[in-house]
């Protein structure tokens, strides 16, 4: 709690997604720049669905924010965060790839001993080899990661030799729902320290969920909280923010 017994709340993000000052040049790869060079086309999502993957397409340009996680439970709760924070993604102009808890429980565990080649594992290196950002999504299962996410993330050793290994140089936004408040400030407090071992940088803003205290999605699937849509857009409005970051500094001057 704050001063005067008020909740807390960070700022709402603006223009500057919290990691630039307003009005900030961020060059060619802005969306509005996106969108003059296409003809208004850059904010076109033309999402498919496959397999527990979603995929949407932009330009080329438009930075692609990857996410992982939730669960196979009907309704996951993991897993609808994680869809709204990349929809909130996309609203900034990112292209975004779902790896949901349909295709992470088919990514086999994780052997040092063996190079696993499975399509579902070749298609999530491939992912993160190709993202801008990520958005991981975990479920509190007993105070920590559960299994399948960090069966996921352990599988990255399959990027480790890369040119940029693991999940270096991006931004990863880290999620959380758990039936506990310990569990979320537990799972999400190990979560992050996965993504500093994988040479991500979490952003400022993590995010976790208690679905027991109080409904988190209502019967039509919207969030039943607008604040939370509001966080969740901000945690998407850091990732993108430093992949447009990223992205000015390594264009030529
Ligand atoms: C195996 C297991 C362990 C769990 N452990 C905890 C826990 O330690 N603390 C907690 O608050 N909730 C715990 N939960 C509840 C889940 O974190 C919670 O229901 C979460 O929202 C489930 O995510 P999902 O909706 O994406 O499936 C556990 C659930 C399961 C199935």
């Known amino acids: 709690m704050g001063a005067g017994g008020r909740l807390w709340?960070?700022?709402?993000?603006?223009?500057?997604?919290?990691?630039?000052?307003?009005?900030?040049?961020?060059?060619?790869?802005?969306?509005?720049?996106?969108?003059?060079?296409?003809?208004?086309?850059?904010?076109?999502?033309?999402?498919?669905?496959?397999?527990?993957?979603?995929?949407?397409?932009r330009t080329a340009s438009a930075p692609l924010i990857v996410g992982i996680g939730g669960t196979t439970r009907p309704g996951s709760t993991s897993e609808r965060t994680l869809v709204k924070a990349l929809a909130a993604a996309e609203a900034l102009g990112a292209r975004t790839r779902l790896f949901g808890?349909?295709?992470?429980?088919?990514?086999?565990?994780?052997?040092?001993?063996?190079?696993?080649?499975s399509p579902e594992l070749q298609d999530l290196l491939d992912g993160v080899r190709q993202a801008d950002g990520v958005i991981i999504a975990t479920p509190g299962y007993h105070g920590s990661v559960s299994g399948v996410v960090k069966n996921a993330l352990d599988a990255l050793e399959g990027v480790r030799g890369d040119a940029r290994p693991y999940l270096d140089g991006r931004?990863?936004?880290?999620?959380?729902?758990?039936?506990?408040?310990?569990?979320?400030?537990?799972?999400?407090?190990?979560?992050?320290?996965?993504?500093?071992?994988?040479?991500?940088?979490?952003?400022?803003?993590?995010?976790?969920?208690?679905?027991?205290?109080?409904?988190?999605?209502?019967?039509?699937?919207?969030?039943?909280?607008?604040?939370?849509?509001?966080?969740?857009?901000?945690?998407?409005?850091?990732?993108?923010?430093?992949?447009?970051?990223?992205?000015?500094?390594?264009?030529?001057?």
């Open 9 to 57: 709340l960070p700022a709402a993000p603006g223009p500057g997604l919290g990691l630039l000052p307003p009005g900030a040049r961020l060059g060619a790869a802005t969306a509005a720049a996106d969108r003059q060079r296409t003809g208004g086309r850059a904010g076109v999502s033309v999402g498919r669905v496959w397999k527990g993957h979603r995929v949407t397409s």
């Open 101 to 117: 808890g349909a295709i992470l429980t088919r990514i086999p565990i994780y052997d040092p001993t063996t190079a696993d080649r």
């Open 171 to 253: 931004a990863v936004g880290c999620i959380v729902t758990a039936d506990g408040w310990q569990a979320g400030g537990t799972a999400l407090a190990s979560l992050r320290t996965i993504v500093h071992a994988l040479r991500g940088w979490p952003t400022p803003l993590g995010v976790t969920f208690n679905p027991s205290a109080s409904p988190l999605f209502d019967a039509a699937g919207e969030l039943c909280n607008v604040r939370d849509g509001e966080m969740l857009a901000m945690l998407a409005g850091q990732v993108v923010g430093f992949a447009r970051m990223k992205q000015a500094l390594a264009e030529p001057a």
